[in-house]
């Protein structure tokens, strides 16, 4: 699933939101009409006044969606996402004034039970108790109210799933705080569903008392995180030292970045926002395609991690200029050049002038012929024509074993005149680097 993804023509938070406020709706509707006309059941119509805010909540899950959806403009250069992490913060203050209200409504109910009524009328010492109706439910209409409220439970638990694997697909996280917050109504639900139960079947409706004080705890607990993800969010909280590590990993390791002098990152929303400072030794042009391949690479590992969208802004710092010289022996092959199949096959010694391991210029000097000549004396020969132009690297194609010469002892004789022997990866200059603009 993916932002060009489409529900019979429409955007799937947008569907399936107007799913979830449907939902409610009938919940409005069912648990007012039961609890208040069928029978007479506190939990089950109190319960539909809690929803009728659900419904509220769903209407604004819409107006953030829409809100944060609209594109980036002169205006808004980063988007509206912040949107969303407004409404975590007001989704996570809601639910914890419900945990709260829960609480507080578990609590002073629990005291009029037979258990507690010692403790009762101590605090009727000191506060004045709100007034408690006891549960009272007909038991022809029993199997009516335990369902819905089972049922009940049990779509907020599978609607609650659904927004959350959605939101989170779709990187829009105030619908994965709404979706927590239906989920805690599916708790609360299942509390009123068993204290149903229990005063049907064993008289015993106080056992819903401790289950209500245990769901309130979770309840603060998801309040905290929700509220806790959206200010980190809008305060632009850095990813942290492990993902930032990572990330500089994977950028160091793209071609043409030697080194990182400055990196930046922080949580906008869904967004994650990188600015960087590269050192390369790549010219203009190169910038470009050095800025694709970070971006590709980051956005995958975003996209693993479940980190979010990736924005990256990059300037970048010419690396220090690093000069060196090196020597390839060529032999003519018709009307052009070629890297010589072994140094003795070679016509002439090809200077070339190299900047951050780019040839920058090159000059070709003739060679002595060395057919007749000792291969020793032609090493050595060899050796100081490299050392008189200051060189201290040549290259061949490697195939010395041609000529009835080891390549080991070629190595070994020209690094005992301080001369490093390497073998090309080309034979044909041009792969090499080779431009006649270049010549002298």
């Not at 992490?85 to 009029?112: I, M, P, R």
């Not at 245990?214 to 309040?223: D, F, Q, R, V």
């Not at 002038?353 to 060899?382: C, Y």
Request: charged letters at 20%.
């Amino acid at each position: 699933m993916n932002k060009e993804t489409r529900w019979f023509g429409f955007y799937p938070p947008y569907v399936f939101t107007a799913l979830v406020l449907i939902q409610y709706l009938v919940k409005v509707y069912l648990k007012f009409d039961i609890g208040h006309n069928v029978v007479f059941s506190p939990v089950v119509e109190g319960d539909s006044y809690h929803n009728m805010s659900d419904v509220f909540e769903c209407c604004m899950v819409f107006l953030a969606l829409w809100f944060s959806k609209r594109p980036r403009d002169e205006e808004y250069p980063f988007g509206r996402k912040k949107a969303e992490s407004l409404f975590q913060l007001t989704v996570g203050v809601a639910l914890f004034c419900v945990a709260c209200k829960t609480c507080f409504k578990v609590v002073v109910e629990s005291l009029n039970c037979e258990l507690l009524w010692g403790v009762k009328a101590w605090v009727e010492g000191f506060a004045t108790l709100p007034k408690y109706e006891h549960l009272v439910v007909d038991p022809k209409f029993f199997w009516l109210v335990f369902g819905t409220m089972a049922i009940s439970a049990l779509s907020s638990f599978v609607m609650s799933t659904f927004q959350i694997k959605i939101g989170r697909a779709m990187r829009h996280p105030v619908m994965v705080a709404d979706g927590k917050e239906t989920f805690s109504d599916g708790c609360v639900e299942s509390i009123a569903s068993i204290g149903i139960l229990c005063e049907h079947l064993f008289g015993m409706p106080w056992l819903e008392y401790p289950l209500g004080v245990a769901i309130s705890c979770y309840m603060w607990k998801t309040a905290w995180c929700i509220f806790n993800e959206g200010l980190q969010k809008i305060l632009q909280k850095s990813l942290g030292p492990k993902f930032r590590n990572k990330i500089i990993d994977l950028v160091t390791g793209v071609y043409g970045v030697q080194d990182v002098l400055e990196f930046k990152d922080f949580s906008d929303g869904s967004l994650v926002s990188v600015i960087m400072k590269l050192v390369t030794h790549c010219d203009l042009l190169a910038h470009g395609d050095i800025k694709l391949a970070i971006y590709n690479i980051v956005s995958k590992y975003m996209e693993e991690e479940q980190l979010g969208e990736f924005d990256y802004y990059i300037r970048f710092e010419p690396a220090e200029v690093c000069c060196t010289r090196v020597g390839y022996v060529m032999v003519a092959a018709g009307k052009t050049m070629i890297i010589a199949p072994s140094v003795f096959l070679g016509t002439h010694l090809r200077i070339c002038d190299m900047r951050n391991d780019v040839i920058a210029r090159w000059k070709d000097v003739p060679l002595l012929a060395s057919a007749g000549v000792e291969p020793q004396r032609f090493l050595s020969q060899l050796a100081k024509l490299l050392t008189d132009k200051r060189t201290k690297v040549v290259y061949s194609f490697g195939l010395e074993e041609d000529t009835g010469v080891a390549s080991n002892w070629v190595s070994d004789t020209l690094r005992a005149a301080g001369i490093e022997f390497r073998k090309a990866v080309s034979f044909v200059p041009e792969h090499l680097g080779f431009k006649v603009s270049h010549a002298q």
